[in-house]
Nanobody, 123 residues
Framework: QLQLVESGGGLVQPGGSLRLSCAASGFTLNRYGIGWFRQAPGKEREGVSCINTSDGSYADSVKGRFTISRDNAKNTVYLQMNSLKVEDTAVYYC??????????????????WGQGTQVTVSS
């Protein structure tokens, strides 16, 4: 069964850090482009970051604070989130895909999605 599982979310104070993990089972992540998305209550889903073989792309709202990376040996992609802000509060999802018409790709071009992990930034 092809599956993505996110983990690492939680409650953190403003200025704090979290590292999200996106682990794959049933397929090899290094053959896929990976995206991180987030959705806050009452808001549309927003692309946060994505990575192909090596290059990461970031939304302006997280540039300089978030870092996406791969660990091919662990079949996992990470999203390191530093200097977190209240407005980063959302459910974070990872997604995997292979056929993209543009970069960063839109959500519709991803094939697999995780179930999401909650990130809450609050004092």
């Amino acid at each position: 069964q092809l599956q993505l599982v996110e983990s690492g979310g939680g409650l953190v104070q403003p200025g704090g850090s979290l590292r999200l993990s996106c682990a794959a089972s049933g397929f090899t992540l290094n053959r896929y482009g990976i995206g991180w998305f987030r959705q806050a209550p009452g808001k549309e889903r927003e692309g946060v970051s994505c990575i192909n073989t090596s290059d990461g792309s970031y939304a302006d709202s997280v540039k300089g604070r978030f870092t996406i990376s791969r660990d091919n040996a662990k079949n996992t992609v990470y999203l390191q989130m530093n200097s977190l802000k209240v407005e980063d509060t959302a459910v974070y999802y990872c997604a995997a895909g292979r056929m993209f018409s543009t970069w960063p790709p839109p959500p519709s071009e991803y094939d697999y999605w995780g179930q999401g992990t909650q990130v809450t930034v609050s004092s």
